[in-house]
């Protein structure tokens, strides 16, 4: 298929691309580069030998995205374009009901006018409640807690209501509960701007020694280990279940809303004892307080990704430990 991945430069993106190119697909990749390479298509072209066409463009200017789709026909597009920062989205709601919400408008409206019938959507675990109890199936409760998880729930219901009125659309949005790791080559991977927000970048960069030391967030959690726990899950894995989406559309029309996880959850504590562990490296580290917003145990009921993908995940903690830290040893500063 030709397929149109927006935000195809940034990590979830890049990551799907490989996989997209190593099953056969012609793609081509829209992005603002607002938080992302353009060394990631020369990344995503060594590994795969074929570089991704590419066009420069920012979701909310429809007038490029008439002439991308005048230019070109495509059978799906893969929807990654928008920003994804939890403490931000507080900062600056705007900023991600514009990118999120605007953009996917104009994205959606272009595309359904040039006759794209097939959308897989990234969306994100944050749409389900901070009471949410894990495992956590589709039709949990969805009461998201800040301006990002909020603005991928009205994309989800945007969909959903095009569903309805567009009886030819198929549309598959995936909820990613915690992507980690990095293609095994070490050729792409996550390469944050500024200081990391999120567990796995930020104990990179204190392994090598980029950052001092990982501050442990709570330790007094009713969990096992006292940290708090999450659905982590590798970003190659992650890929092959947009494969798997893509596929499921071919054959099924309307709107479907699935959680990507391991459906395992695994505590900050877990996390850090085995990334010491396989990668022979010690993290300085101190126990701090909680960090507000955060739940204590966050993870995914994988059987609807089971029985309508045929989509497990095959990754091992152990494989994300060890591919994340080989992206951050051969790419000391990201892309730069
Ligand atoms: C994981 C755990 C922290 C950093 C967020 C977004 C979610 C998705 C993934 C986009 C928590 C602890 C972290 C540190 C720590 N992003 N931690 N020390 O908050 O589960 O999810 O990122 O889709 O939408 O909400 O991920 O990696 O920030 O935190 O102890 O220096 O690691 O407290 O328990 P989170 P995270």
Redo the contacts with the bound molecule.
């Keep these: 298929m030709k397929v149109l991945v927006t935000g195809g430069t940034g990590y979830i993106g890049s990551h799907t691309c490989v996989a997209l190119q190593a099953a056969g697909h012609e793609i081509t990749i829209a992005d603002n580069l607002s938080n992302s390479s353009p060394e990631a298509l020369a990344r995503i072209a060594r590994i795969s030998g074929t570089r991704p066409g590419f066009q420069a463009l920012d979701m909310r200017d429809a007038p490029g995205l008439e002439k991308l789709f005048d230019a070109q026909c495509f059978d799906a597009i893969m929807h990654f374009a928008g920003v994804?920062?939890?403490a931000e989205s507080v900062a600056d709601p705007l900023k991600y009901y514009s990118n999120n919400v605007m953009g996917s408008i104009a994205l959606f409206d272009s595309a359904l006018r040039h006759g794209v019938t097939r959308l897989v959507f990234s969306s994100?675990?944050?749409v389900y409640g901070e009471n949410s109890r894990s495992p956590i199936r589709e039709d949990a409760p969805v009461a998201p807690v800040?301006p990002?998880?909020r603005s991928?729930h009205m994309v989800e219901e945007i969909l959903t209501e095009m569903c309805r009125a567009n009886a030819g659309l198929r549309v598959m949005a995936l909820r990613?509960?915690?992507?980690?790791g990095a293609h095994p080559s070490g050729l792409v991977g996550e390469a944050p701007v500024g200081t990391?927000?999120?567990?796995?970048p930020?104990?990179c960069q204190v392994a090598a020694g980029r950052l001092e030391e990982?501050?442990?967030?709570?330790t007094d959690y009713p969990t096992p280990d006292g940290?708090?726990?999450?659905d982590y899950i590798h970003v190659m894995d992650l890929a092959e279940g947009h494969l798997r989406a893509l596929e499921f559309l071919e054959s099924h029309g309307g709107m479907h809303l699935v959680n990507l996880g391991t459906g395992r959850g695994t505590s900050?504590l877990e996390?850090l004892t085995a990334f010491q562990r396989v990668n022979q490296v010690p993290i300085p580290h101190r126990f701090?307080a909680?960090?507000p917003?955060?739940?204590k145990e966050?993870f995914a009921d994988v059987a609807l990704a089971d029985r309508v993908l045929g989509w497990r995940t095959q990754y091992s903690l152990d494989d994300m430990c060890r591919d994340a830290w080989r992206w951050q040893k051969m790419n000391p500063k990201g892309y730069e």
């Design positions: 994804k920062a939890v994100s675990a944050t800040n990002y998880g991928k990613y509960f915690n992507p980690v990391p927000n999120n567990l796995m930020y104990l990982l501050t442990v967030f709570g940290t708090a726990v999450r900050v996390m701090g909680r960090r917003g955060d739940t966050t």
